[in-house]
């Protein structure tokens, strides 16, 4: 199906226009002339001091260089080899849950067969 509609070209390219611009012009208008304190910084380094107590360095340091995107990649690779071992147990259908009856130790099957020897020899 081919669109010859010139009205709908025109708005079409309108549309393109108008978000280049917006794209091109907005992000130096919209830049923080500060960095943004985070949750460690704002809260609990005020609650530390407020105690008398200093503000430590991490355990495990995450800031520096790449270790955080390392981490996040382990936890990846372990989730995706977790998912696909059980891929087929998660993504078949199951059939549904019968319960035996209080009398019974086990069902017969299509056969007749009880499924133990002892009592497939007697029929």
Same mark, same amino acid.
């Given at each position: 199906?081919?669109i010859?509609?010139? &009205?709908? &070209?025109?708005?079409?390219?309108?549309?393109?226009?108008?978000?280049?611009t917006a794209?091109?012009l907005l992000?130096?208008?919209?830049?923080?002339g500060?960095?943004w304190?985070g949750?460690?910084?704002?809260v609990?380094e005020k609650y530390a001091?407020?105690h008398?107590r200093?503000?430590k360095?991490?355990?495990?340091n995450?800031?520096q260089?790449?270790l955080?995107?390392?981490?996040?990649l382990?936890?990846g690779?372990v989730?995706?080899f977790v998912?696909?071992?059980?891929?087929r147990?998660?993504?078949?259908?199951r059939?549904?849950?019968?319960?035996?009856s209080?009398?019974r130790?086990?069902?017969?099957?299509?056969?007749?067969?009880?499924?133990s020897?002892r009592?497939?020899?007697a029929?």
């Amino acid at each position: 199906m081919r669109i010859q509609n010139s &009205k709908f &070209k025109i708005q079409n390219l309108g549309i393109i226009i108008l978000l280049l611009t917006a794209f091109c012009l907005l992000p130096p208008m919209i830049s923080a002339g500060e960095k943004w304190s985070g949750v460690d910084e704002s809260v609990i380094e005020k609650y530390a001091n407020d105690h008398g107590r200093e503000a430590k360095e991490p355990l495990i340091n995450t800031d520096q260089g790449d270790l955080l995107l390392f981490v996040f990649l382990l936890a990846g690779v372990v989730g995706g080899f977790v998912g696909g071992y059980y891929w087929r147990t998660l993504t078949e259908k199951r059939k549904p849950f019968v319960p035996l009856s209080p009398g019974r130790l086990c069902r017969k099957s299509v056969h007749g067969s009880t499924g133990s020897p002892r009592t497939d020899k007697a029929n």
